[in-house]
């Protein structure tokens, strides 16, 4: 399967073989590998073949395969508890601009180790939801395959 990549990608050449990893996985659509920034041990990426800066980006095909790759390193890494992850854009805390799941242990003997997380969660009144509902399902059903 053709897939689309970009030369100057860290990722890219990774999964070219450019740059050499420590490679988990490794499917016709996806390749996983560990972090070589781990936030805990087995900290691991799972990126698609396809190049592409943003989750709405990638075929949807490539995100099918991914996931099932993700769920496979998390029960190998062993712990109950566990971060899977995917930011978008610079402002999310995307690092590297071609999408990449993290599959991130939280040991049980090791709390402080892992995805440390704030959630700022906030009240929103029950009549800004239903308005943010309302919107979104415009978008929705008007454009099923993309609300983009």
């Given at each position: 399967?053709?897939?689309k990549?970009?030369?100057?990608?860290?990722?890219?050449?990774?999964i070219?073989?450019?740059?050499?990893?420590?490679?988990?996985?490794?499917?016709?659509?996806?390749?996983?590998?560990?972090?070589?920034?781990?936030?805990?041990?087995?900290?691991a990426?799972?990126?698609?073949?396809?190049?592409?800066?943003?989750?709405?980006?990638?075929?949807?095909?490539?995100?099918?395969?991914?996931?099932?790759?993700?769920?496979?390193?998390?029960?190998?890494?062993?712990?109950?508890?566990?971060?899977?992850?995917?930011?978008?854009?610079?402002?999310?805390?995307?690092?590297?601009?071609?999408?990449?799941?993290?599959?991130?242990?939280?040991?049980?003997?090791?709390?402080?180790?892992?995805?440390?997380?704030?959630?700022?969660?906030?009240?929103?009144?029950?009549?800004?939801l239903?308005?943010?509902?309302?919107?979104?399902?415009?978008?929705?059903?008007?454009?099923p395959?993309?609300?983009l």
């Amino acid at each position: 399967m053709a897939t689309k990549s970009l030369a100057s990608c860290l990722f890219c050449k990774i999964i070219k073989g450019d740059i050499p990893s420590f490679k988990l996985l490794e499917t016709e659509l996806s390749f996983a590998f560990l972090d070589i920034g781990p936030l805990s041990n087995g900290h691991a990426l799972v990126i698609p073949k396809y190049h592409a800066e943003k989750m709405h980006e990638v075929p949807d095909e490539y995100l099918r395969d991914a996931l099932p790759l993700a769920k496979k390193i998390a029960l190998a890494q062993g712990t109950p508890n566990y971060n899977i992850l995917q930011n978008n854009g610079r402002l999310a805390h995307q690092e590297v601009p071609h999408v990449h799941f993290h599959v991130i242990p939280k040991p049980e003997d090791a709390p402080q180790e892992g995805l440390g997380i704030g959630w700022p969660a906030k009240t929103i009144p029950k009549e800004e939801l239903q308005k943010i509902h309302a919107d979104l399902k415009v978008k929705l059903d008007a454009n099923p395959e993309s609300a983009l």
